[in-house]
């Protein structure tokens, strides 16, 4: 497909040689970093300013045409890509970090930041970013899709950590949401609805995060268990006890040997958790004991300290780069990555049942997650050419999700819904999915804004 | 006015006495905490179950009657009032604890449980509710105006505690929304929408909430500083320094006038900190003796600790009553509550313009707050016979929104709009307030759900 040659024209006017129809621009925009693809769209725009969004996204509306916001392509449920083709809507260029104000913890950015880049123009301050979902994401993607990750369990959300943003709705207007003050009663929380809608209620040009005290101290360890119901359970007693963990992530066996072919660790193939604690040295050798005295009531063994500050990085890369490590148990291989978030106690029970399932099926599907919250995945490698196998994956991922509604839980911990996982919304919500829908309608009446995401199809 | 007879007999076949059109029981839902009043609704209803509320909302729907929510009535800004007649509906009888969930961390309730009464229940179960915004408000209400209080700096408001509703909406559909899980990245946030709509949206039946862990140790300490200003740029430099506060109020010199005259207590007629430290028993030493070092830096002096429970109830006995205290420091007078929060940076300059505006205008009007948010109130006491006083304690309300709104700051920390804040909604959301009406369109086609609130009205 390709634009009408009016709009075309119309978009060129505001965005000059930063409008593109060749197909190398258009083709990148319908990659994604799992396994999910779409025909191309069917132009990329790269805006400057929430004012050329907006003057996009009212063109764009007037001529009935998809607009799909695209931050780093990181997305593992195929959330940017354009199933009903379009204007990809590509936002990396608005990566200035617009202002740091120390004394209240807030920074404000544009959506192309990255984490990382705030992350390193906070050092000097004192202050950090905490949401990390281990892609090097950028901060307006991370509110799209209400990302989380490893320090989730003591730094909250991207929910947690937006205070208000910009927007710009389908028919061009431009918005504030949200304040700067710690808390406000004044009406719906639009900031809230605007985080995790994945595109659809509107495009964020701008965010104002809460930002956190670098901790005095940090220690981080990893230990390993004879079993994956003991790792577990110790994870389960150890939210109970109301132990401030910064981190608390489960690994399986077949992680920890991904992680030993991928990153050359030498830890036991047996399931491990890796933790962290953050607080005055005081405050982090209390934890770390009490903390020492649950794991060893569920058999945790080969404690081993990340004392340095280069041991914990390398700690943490060997963590985030799970998802490629794991990918390589099995060249050429293909991921179906599962992420469903229990409530605590159904958590051992969990991921009991999925170990076993998988096990039945005969795949290998590594296990591993930000278990302080209920929230793990399994990385189901299939051949994507053995109609099988990915049918096997798919049973498994869809038992995985029903086990976790049957106890009141979520078919996303993190990862949002995207392409992946839309099929499930109305078996999570029932008649709320359909409250979505109304809402999505009243903001986007010509559903010009990633449709056929998230929300039902239109009647 | 009275209800359409057709509408009346439908709602006494789903009531049956439950139903009142009396004179006392109508204008006892016109009064408010506050000098707020309305004419009284054309009936009282006592749901006892979500269906029941469905029916009648059904009912109400296709008679284009509106129905407006009734808690506690313990509102500061009138929500409650029923400003174009309807049915008052009265959730105090849905007032059942239906399951406390202890290695969830989690208690579902009824709408018109109060947090006394689930604080209560849980006292066994070494658990609680930490929202607290003073009075027994009831948990339905509190979520339906995003209330927060003295320990939101430690444990966040109920955008934070509330993990999961059901509610009915104006259409009589029932829906659930949120989860069990810790988190989830599964479709736009219903349950942030529902919280704060103050009943506009829909009538909430049931709340998942978010319990804590009752600390092991507890501190609670008392000070007083020779200025207004140190005093706040005390709670500002502790704030930065990243003490887990549990509370941190401040009191100014007629607030503790006040206390003295109506709880008996003695406190220096100078601004006060009262403040509160959870934890294990070091890391509350440790942080009390870091406030007590920035404290004094501050000049702060004459700490009294309540080392026993019975004294720290005493001391939050007082701070909680200090609506009725100040009241009582000009018998026969009518308050006017403010509640602007702003960015922390912004507190000592925002409290002291304030004080300084309420001395020019020459009212009585006490300063207190919940400054670890950034969240204060002034209490103007005025004559509501004489016009001169009511007219210059709005312009000191108009005056400090503006100057809030100005820093970033909101109108509301947390009392919300109601009657009494909904002229500067336009001003705090801009376009954002128009969307917000879109949202109410959608959800309320016909304006049965306490009109004439929070939103714009429709042309």
Chains 1, 2 share one sequence.
């Not at 000097?124 to 949401?131: D, S």
């Amino acid at each position: 497909m390709s634009l009408p040659s009016e709009l075309s024209d119309r978009l060129r006017g505001i965005l000059g040689t930063r409008l593109s129809e060749i197909a190398a621009d258009r083709d990148h925009h319908a990659q994604s970093e799992s396994f999910h693809r779409s025909a191309p769209p069917d132009a990329v725009c790269w805006p400057d300013s929430a004012e050329e969004v907006a003057a996009i996204l009212s063109a764009c509306n007037d001529a009935r045409v998809p607009v799909i916001a695209w931050g780093t392509g990181t997305s593992l449920e195929g959330h940017a890509l354009p199933l009903r083709g379009g204007i990809s809507l590509d936002l990396s260029r608005m990566d200035r970090v617009e202002e740091i104000r120390a004394a209240d913890m807030q920074a404000t950015v544009q959506p192309g930041v990255t984490r990382e880049a705030l992350n390193t123009e906070l050092r000097a301050t004192g202050l950090f970013f905490p949401v990390d979902p281990g892609a090097n994401a950028s901060l307006g993607g991370m509110a799209a899709t209400r990302a989380s990750g490893t320090t989730a369990v003591r730094y909250g959300t991207m929910r947690d950590n937006v205070l208000a943003l910009q927007v710009v709705l389908a028919d061009g207007r431009i918005i504030r949401t949200g304040t700067r003050a710690a808390k406000s009663s004044a009406g719906y929380d639009l900031t809230g609805l605007f985080v995790g809608s994945e595109g659809t209620l509107g495009v964020i040009t701008e965010l104002t995060l809460r930002l956190h005290g670098q901790p005095e101290e940090v220690a981080a360890a990893v230990c390993a268990f004879d079993s994956l119901d003991h790792a577990v359970e110790c994870v389960s007693a150890t939210i109970q006890s109301g132990i401030p963990m910064a981190r608390i992530e489960f690994v399986d066996a077949a992680s920890a040997r991904a992680f030993n072919l991928h990153s050359g660790s030498a830890m036991p193939e047996q399931p491990h958790l890796m933790i962290e604690f953050h607080g005055s040295p005081n405050a982090v050798r209390e934890d770390a004991a009490r903390f020492g005295e649950i794991a060893a009531e569920f058999g945790a063994q080969g404690f081993d300290w990340a004392t340095t500050a280069e041991d914990r990085a390398r700690l943490w890369r060997m963590r985030h780069g799970a998802y490629h490590a794991c990918l390589a148990l099995r060249p050429g291989a293909s991921g179906l990555i599962t992420d469903v978030c229990v409530p605590m106690s159904h958590l051992p029970a969990a991921v009991h049942a999925a170990a076993a399932d998988i096990a039945a099926e005969g795949l290998i599907g590594p296990i591993l997650g930000h278990v302080g919250d209920g929230n793990f995945h399994s990385l189901l490698l299939v051949d994507p050419a053995n109609a099988d196998e990915v049918a096997a994956a798919k049973r498994i991922a869809t038992r995985m999700a029903e086990r976790a509604l049957a106890v009141g839980g979520t078919i996303s911990g993190e990862h949002g819904i995207g392409v992946g996982k839309r099929g499930l919304m109305g078996a999570q919500h029932g008649e709320g999915w359909e409250l979505m829908g109304q809402i999505k309608a009243a903001l986007d009446p010509h559903d010009i804004l990633n449709p056929g995401k998230l929300v039902p199809d239109r009647n």
